[in-house]
Nanobody
C-alpha cells in the first residue's frame, strides 16, 4: 500500500490541525494504521494507532487526550485530529500501515513521506 500524508503546517500554540493520510490500493481496510513523528535530532516517536475497523485505538503517553485518530475505509484515509498543540509537538508526522495496531515502528511495513507540523509559541 502506498501512503500520502498531508495537512501539516504552521499553527500557534493552542491551535488545531487535522492530518490526513490517503492510501492507494484496495486492501486499505485490512491494515492497521499508525501515526509517528520525528523531531530534529530525536528518534521516531509513536503517536497513535488504529485497528483495521477503527474498533481499537491507542495513543502515545504524551497525547493526553489532545489527539484523535480515526479512519474512513470507504475513502482509504486515516486522520489525526490534533488539538491544544504545543511547541514540543513540532515534528514531521508520518503515517504507516501494518498488520496490527502497535506502538513501535517495526510493526509497520509501509510509510508515507511525512508532513511537517510546526507549532509556534
Amino acid at each position: 500500500v502506498q501512503l500520502q500524508a498531508s495537512g501539516g503546517g504552521l499553527v500557534q500554540a493552542g491551535g488545531s490541525l487535522r492530518l490526513s493520510c490517503a492510501a492507494s490500493g484496495r486492501t486499505f481496510s485490512s491494515y492497521a494504521m499508525g501515526w509517528f513523528r520525528q523531531a530534529p535530532g530525536k528518534e521516531r516517536e509513536f503517536v497513535a494507532t488504529i485497528s483495521w475497523n477503527g474498533g481499537s485505538t491507542y495513543y502515545g503517553d504524551f497525547v493526553k487526550g489532545r489527539f484523535t485518530i480515526s479512519r474512513d475505509n470507504a475513502k482509504n484515509t486515516v486522520y489525526l485530529q490534533m488539538k491544544s498543540l504545543k511547541p514540543e509537538d513540532t515534528a514531521v508526522y508520518y503515517c504507516a500501515a501494518g498488520g496490527m495496531p502497535a506502538g513501535y515502528h517495526r510493526a509497520y511495513d509501509s510509510w508515507g513521506q511525512g508532513t511537517q507540523v510546526t507549532v509556534s509559541s
